[in-house]
Structure formats: structure tokens, C-alpha cells
């Protein structure tokens, strides 16, 4: 079965950090680009991050730049987001999400995880 | 960087109906459309792909039509289990976005 499990959130202070992980299984996790997707209480989804599936090429929203890093090992077949100087606004459910590419290359974000909770507060 | 725009944000339906959600992107995308249905407490899921492409195992009266700016997304039979909230993405730019939402609830 295809299958993306998110963990690492929790509740952490204003500016403190967060290592969340993403791990894969049920397909070649290696040859797919991985994005970073949350959704804050009551709001919308908001892409955070991309990253190839080599791990050489990687974009981030505006938001998070500077702060977040995205990263990933393919022989663990695991993604992460290192998330730095945290923000209240940074407070949202963090999912994972596979890219696939069709053949003429529309990208679409096919499988998804079910999501992990970061909390910033005092 | 593109800016998604969904309209309504919210609509009300009954079972039967035949809806419609309209995506505009603040620049052409050409086909670079997706749509997403999402449920309370669960993780989005894929309906539609490069505009009108439907994922499998999506159900046909899903439809999705468009390009450049204007996207639609047709549910041409509304059913009980599709009250939920719908998002389109452009995947035109290597900046992901997702319009705002749509909420699709019961009339």
C-alpha cells in the first residue's frame, strides 16, 4: 500500500524549532518529487516547500524562506522539514504530499499523509 | 509569484444538483490545473489533474474543464458523500499555490 506518515509535531514556544519527518512506503520513493503542504485551524492549504527527487533542486513560499529546510533521505525513504524561529502563524497541520508527473509533465500532488500538528504558543 | 482565486467560497446545494466552482489564475497556466476535495479532519484528495484530467477511482460526475486563467470544476449529480471543500492548484509555477477554497454544504 501506498503510504506517507507524518510525525515531530507537537507544541513548541515562539521561536524554538521542530524537526518534522515524512516516511514513505509502498512505492520508489527515490524517483518522486515530495512537497510540504499546511493548513492552519480553520484556513486553507498553503504549500511550503518542494524538493526534487534527487534532493538538488528546492523551492519554499515566501512565509517560510529563511526559516524552514527542507530535506530528504532516499535510503530511508523519509522527507523532513526543519522548521527554525517559529511563529504563532506557523501554528497548522503539516502534510506531506507525493508528486507525480504525467508523461508531458503536469504535476499533480497524488498521495497525501494523513498530517502532523504544530502548535506555537507560550 | 500566481495567485489563485476560487469562487463562491461557499455555496449550498442540495443532493442532485449540478455544481460549479470556478478557479481564475492571476496569469496563464496554461493546463497546470489541479482539484482537491477535502473532508473535515482528513487529507486532501485528488479529483482532477492538468485541468481535466480525472484521478482514478474519482467518480465520473466529477468533471474539470479550462485553461490559461479560468478553471471549472463541475460535479454534474451532487451526491451526500461530496459536501466537502474544494481546492484548485497551479502547478504551472515552481511556487505551488492553492486557491482559497470553496465549501460545499447542504442545502
Known amino acids: 500500500e501506498v503510504q506517507l506518515v507524518e510525525s515531530g509535531g507537537g507544541l513548541v514556544q515562539p521561536g524554538g524549532s521542530l524537526r518534522l519527518s515524512c516516511a514513505a512506503s509502498g512505492f520508489t520513493f527515490s524517483s518522486y518529487e515530495m512537497n510540504w503542504v499546511r493548513q492552519a485551524p480553520g484556513k486553507g492549504l498553503e504549500w511550503v516547500s518542494y524538493?526534487?527527487?534527487?534532493?538538488?533542486?528546492?523551492y519554499y513560499a515566501d512565509s517560510v524562506k529563511g526559516r524552514f529546510t527542507i530535506s530528504r533521505d532516499n535510503a530511508k525513504n523519509s522527507l523532513y522539514l526543519q522548521m527554525n524561529s517559529l511563529r504563532a502563524e506557523d501554528t497548522a497541520v503539516y502534510y506531506c504530499?507525493?508528486?507525480?508527473?504525467?508523461?508531458?509533465?503536469?504535476?499533480?500532488?497524488?498521495?497525501w499523509g494523513k498530517g502532523t500538528t504544530v502548535t506555537v504558543s507560550s | 509569484d500566481i495567485q489563485m482565486t476560487q469562487s463562491p467560497s461557499s455555496l449550498s446545494a442540495s443532493v442532485g444538483d449540478r455544481v460549479t466552482i470556478t478557479c481564475r489564475a492571476s496569469?496563464?497556466?496554461?493546463?497546470?490545473l489541479n482539484w482537491y476535495q477535502q473532508k473535515p479532519g482528513k487529507a486532501p484528495k485528488l479529483l482532477i489533474y492538468?485541468?481535466?484530467s480525472l484521478q482514478s477511482g474519482v467518480p465520473s460526475r466529477f468533471s474539470g474543464s479550462g485553461s490559461g486563467t479560468d478553471f471549472t470544476l463541475t460535479i454534474s449529480s451532487l451526491q451526500p458523500e461530496d459536501f466537502a471543500t474544494y481546492y484548485c492548484q497551479q502547478s504551472y509555477s515552481t511556487l505551488r499555490a492553492f486557491g482559497g477554497g470553496t465549501k460545499v454544504e447542504i442545502k
Open positions: 492538468a485541468a481535466s
Open positions: 496569469q496563464s497556466i496554461s493546463s497546470y
Open positions: 504530499a507525493r508528486e507525480t508527473a504525467t508523461r508531458i509533465y503536469y504535476y499533480y500532488m497524488d498521495v
Open positions: 524538493i526534487s527527487s534527487s534532493g538538488s533542486t528546492i
